[in-house]
């Protein structure tokens, strides 16, 4: 009664595809994609950038973009730093 039928088939191969393309578009834009700097305002990128070490601000600033991953990463950095100090 509850279980897969052949005919079911018909309908659960097209919804596996759309669940897994949906997943590699949301990896893709969440850890991948390469958003320029420029797309969340260089005065929050260079505020958020000064806490990180010279190094990796440099490389950031000369690449000029950014994932999605690593820019949350920063701004919860950032925050976590703010709230320490109030």
Do not use: C
Request: aromatic share 10%.
């Amino acid at each position: 009664m509850y279980g897969f039928k052949v005919d079911d088939m018909d309908i659960f191969i097209p919804l596996l595809i759309v669940i897994i393309i949906s997943v590699m578009l949301w990896g893709w834009s969440t850890a991948l994609r390469r958003i320029p700097l420029i797309d969340y305002g260089m005065e929050n990128v260079e505020r958020v950038l000064k806490m990180e070490s010279e190094e990796y601000r440099n490389r950031v600033l000369q690449r000029g973009w950014i994932t999605n991953k690593e820019w949350a990463r920063l701004q919860k950095k950032h925050q976590l730093a703010l709230a320490g100090n109030e």
